[in-house]
T-cell receptor
């Protein structure tokens, strides 16, 4: 299996620009997660989907962030407008379950390294 | 307020020693506990999970859980330089549908 695929791997953008991060989950996984990782705050869950439906977006920091999952094999995380404090590594992950029990390991993509200058 | 606390480290141990990584959590009703390993510049990967009080062994790794003390640990026996990474503790807290991650402990194993 190819694993969770994310793009772009690295992005440097100017403050105020729109950023779109993309994710292809592992085929057959019905849960998709977006996480953000920084030194200060660690690994934070932003939003997760079950069967393409957003279940919990309480971790989305503000209205500048939005996420969509139009089908089972694709999701996007969009930041508009971007700010320097959005600089972080954004991980997409997928699982057969919520990752809280046996048999539903959360598999992470390699991350998108975002720098907003 | 859900919290998972880990010492940020780095924890430095010589090759061949036992590395002990610790994690405390705030919710007494927490159900399941996970250890993820993250190499520098890479993504987290699951290495151990534990649900019941006591020890769970998998090769050189042992997870220990004490629910009364709200404490979970990871022991790595015969530590190798390849074990050098950040270890993230993750907890499934009661009332929350997904895992809560600690900030991780960096482990450095010197040859």
């Amino acid at each position: 299996d190819a694993g969770v695929i994310q793009s772009p791997r690295h992005e440097v953008t100017e403050m105020g620009q729109e950023v779109t991060l993309r994710c292809k989950p592992i085929s057959g996984h019905d849960y998709l997660f977006w996480y953000r990782q920084t030194m200060m705050r660690g690994l934070e869950l932003l939003i997760y989907f079950n069967n393409n439906v957003p279940i919990d977006d309480s971790g989305m920091p503000e209205d500048r962030f939005s996420a969509k999952m139009p089908n089972a094999s694709f999701s996007t995380l969009k930041i508009q407008p971007s700010e320097p404090r959005d600089s972080a590594v954004y991980f997409c992950a997928s699982s057969l379950g919520r990752g809280t029990g046996k048999g539903n390991t959360i598999y992470f993509g390699e991350g998108s390294w975002l720098t907003v200058v | 307020q859900k919290e998972v606390e880990q010492n940020s480290g780095p924890l430095s141990v010589p090759e061949g020693a036992i590395a002990s990584l610790n994690c405390t959590y705030s919710d007494r009703g927490s159900q399941s506990f996970f250890w993820y390993r993250q190499y520098s510049g890479k993504s987290p990967e699951l290495i151990m999970f534990i649900y019941s009080n006591g020890d769970k062994e998998d090769g050189r790794f042992t997870a220990q859980l004490n629910k009364a003390s709200q404490y979970v640990s990871l022991l790595i026996r015969d530590s190798q330089p390849s074990d050098s990474a950040t270890y993230l503790c993750a907890v499934n807290m009661k009332g929350y549908s997904t895992l809560t991650f600690g900030k991780g402990t960096m482990l450095l194993v010197s040859p």
